[in-house]
């Protein structure tokens, strides 16, 4: 069992910053590579980033390149998303999941494929 809990939502200002961070822990975590998706009400849960265990790549969601970045402490074992420019449409609950490392960068953003999920934080952003 991996447990995941994110940190760091609460509410931003539009164009302001936030860092959101999960951290990972339970069984080995070797095998796992982590990546962020979001829930706005009345809307499906979708992809925001993801990037490999070792860190080396890194692959986003369309709506939020060039804003957000996604990185990694293995020590820590811990990933985090750091949103500048946040725009009103990024409100939403952002949940961290926990991918096999079976897969590659491509696989990152299929929902159904992730084996681990943590309990979300809310992001709210004012206009």
């Known amino acids: 069992q991996v447990h995941l809990a994110e940190s760091g939502g609460g509410l931003v200002q539009a164009g302001g910053s936030l860092r959101l961070s999960c951290a990972a822990s339970?069984?080995?975590?070797?095998?796992?590579?982590l990546g962020w998706f979001r829930q706005a009400p009345n809307k499906e849960r979708e992809f925001v980033a993801g990037?490999?265990?070792?860190?080396?790549?890194?692959v986003y969601a369309d709506s939020v390149k060039g804003r957000f970045t996604i990185s990694t402490d293995l020590s820590e074992n811990t990933v985090d998303l750091l949103m500048n420019n946040v725009k009103p449409e990024d409100a939403a609950v952002y949940y961290c999941?926990?991918?096999?490392?079976?897969?590659?960068?491509?696989?990152?953003?299929?929902?159904?494929?992730?084996?681990?999920w943590g309990q979300g934080t809310q992001v709210t952003v004012s206009s």
């Open positions: 999941g926990a991918l096999s490392t079976y897969y590659r960068v491509v696989h990152f953003s299929t929902q159904s494929l992730y084996e681990y």
């Open positions: 339970g069984r080995p975590l070797d095998g796992y590579q």
């Open positions: 990037i490999t265990r070792s860190g080396d790549r890194t």
